[in-house]
């Protein structure tokens, strides 16, 4: 990791703005102590950072603080506010994060130029607007990785994107925070955030999803072991497309073996009846990207959106 974040004097001009001078050591409080506020709290005391205190109310979440922030003490969430000086870290739930933003600053628990960071992917900094209105610096700071709430995050953490929108006067300290952390800022603007969210959503709590399916799958298939079978498999197919794009595609669908597409959904339908809507959708984006990328000529395809949307109908 780098250096922890060190004062950056103000330009001559703006001199009395000391919002713009940030300490050496920042004072940090992190509110939602879960898998992502606990991780991140605990890499930013392994920068130098003092994480002076923390809010989280289940059994879960103060297991997690023990794990990993040990010398942090548990306060409520106006309490973590007040005594976070310099950063406030809030992971929460998306859909609670304005209530509680809005609950901090009807508290009196903000202060002007401290700066307020959300994890949120979705949200940008317009849920942020109370503490602003306070006086406080907003601050949507998203790391794109998945969390367990272990000390193995922390591992993970090195290299990994953030999503970050931030005003202007901040994206500097932004910047060196995100490298506090080990990872490499995106900038990501407002009107982008809930896109950006919905891409990393769609390729890996879906992957997740479709990975289990598959696994189920094959269990019904007989295969006592179904993630032995697919390890090799999925990470060759996820490096392929990764460096490779549409061109890593292969199987039926890609060639346009509609009679094999059509014994794979006889099959579900009459095992696991639940994945043939999922498979349909998915078969089908297959096949538009494989046409529009060249792997399949529409010709080709006929016959397989043929059996596509008569499964549908009969479906």
Known sequence: MSAP???????????ADASLVFPRT?????????????????????????????????????????????????????????????????????????????????????????VIAHTSGAHGLAVLAPAAAVGARPLALHPAMTFTGTPDDLTRLAGISYGVTAPAELRAFAARLVADLGGVPEWVAEGDRPLYHAALAHGANHLVTLVNEAADRLRDAGVDRPEKVLAPLLRAALENALRLGDDALTGPVSRGDAGTVRRHLERLAATAPESVPPYLALARRTADRAIAAGRLRPVDAAPLLDVLNRIEVSA
Not at 5 to 15: I, K, M, Q, T, Y
């Open 5 to 15: 974040l060190r004062s950056r004097p103000a330009a001559p001009h703006r001199a």
């Open 26 to 114: 920042l004072t940090v409080g992190v509110i939602g102590a879960g898998r992502v506020g606990a991780v991140l709290g605990a890499a930013l005391a392994a920068a130098g950072h003092r994480v002076v205190a923390a809010a989280g109310a289940s059994g879960a979440t103060r297991a997690r603080m023990a794990l990993l922030l040990p010398e942090t003490p548990t306060r409520s969430a106006t309490a973590v506010a007040r005594a976070a000086t310099d950063l406030l870290i809030v992971a929460v739930p998306d859909d609670a994060l304005a209530g509680v933003v809005a609950g901090l600053a009807g508290a009196g628990a903000l202060r002007p130029g401290q």
